[in-house]
């Protein structure tokens, strides 16, 4: 079905009521004519008015909705900015992250590293429970190391290393509890190298400060012996029968006993 517009409508009715005029003259007097021309004419006025009003405000709503619609394509393009600036933000902030993740295991590995590295020095520094002859005390690793160093040169057979080693372990720990073997051991040391003036010195100096030592005994037939091979038999003969008296019960004492016998 056609459908005319709105104006050419209204110019189609007021053709047709023009062409109807002429009958209705026919009919009513010239004033009624008049009169019905003018209000078909004011009518069609009104009609007209109201029809390009209708065109105008259809005209300003389609502009205003135009313009609704330019101000949203503009506020989603500025959205799309915003999405695509946060999302470029994010990815920055995650490399960040993850930067950060890799530097804070650094740290946290170096931080390890250091702790390790500071207990092993503790260890190193603290103070070690050792049994030596049979007496228990405490000593410090390095303390204990160079016992253990100089100890070990006098087993492989080096005397003169050891006597060096132990004289100067004496000389830096003469308090440590290790002195009473580290003389008696440099005394061992100095008769090794046929040094029997030294060796009984050093064997002497364990006897007079530690008369106690489980070693005291042994120290004392070591001095006989280095009077034996020094030709002070009468020395020897003399340091036994101290031996004897002093530790009666002891091997060394039993040993002096059969080397004295065997000087008469």
Do not use: H
């Amino acid at each position: 079905m056609l459908r005319w517009p709105r104006p050419v409508l209204g110019a189609a009715a007021a053709a047709l009521l023009l062409l109807a005029l002429p009958a209705r003259a026919a009919l009513f007097e010239d004033d009624d004519a008049r009169r019905a021309i003018v209000e078909l004419r004011q009518r069609l006025q009104q009609i007209e008015q109201s029809q390009a009003k209708q065109a105008a405000d259809a005209a300003k709503a389609q502009a205003q909705l135009l313009e609704q619609v330019q101000v949203l394509q503009r506020s989603v393009l500025e959205l799309n900015g915003q999405i695509e600036a946060l999302r470029g933000e994010l990815a920055k902030l995650r490399g960040t992250d993850e930067q950060l993740t890799r530097d804070l295991a650094d740290v946290q590995r170096r931080q390890k590293d250091i702790t390790q590295g500071v207990d092993d020095r503790i260890r190193k520094l603290e103070p070690v429970k050792v049994s030596v002859d049979g007496r228990e005390f405490m000593a410090d690793p390095e303390e204990k190391r160079l016992y253990d160093e100089a100890l070990g040169v006098l087993r492989n057979g080096d005397y003169d290393k050891s006597a060096l080693l132990f004289g100067a372990f004496l000389r830096r720990y003469p308090g440590s509890g290790y002195v009473d073997s580290a003389r008696f051991w440099l005394g061992n040391a100095q008769y090794g190298l046929r040094q029997y003036k030294d060796a009984i010195a050093s064997f002497r100096a364990l006897v007079s400060s530690s008369p106690d030592s489980p070693r005291a005994p042994e120290a004392l037939l070591a001095v006989a012996n280095c009077q034996i091979e020094s030709k002070d038999v009468k020395g020897a003969r003399a340091t036994i029968g101290e031996l004897i008296k002093t530790y009666p019960k002891s091997e060394a004492a039993q040993a002096g006993r059969e080397r004295l016998a065997a000087l008469k």
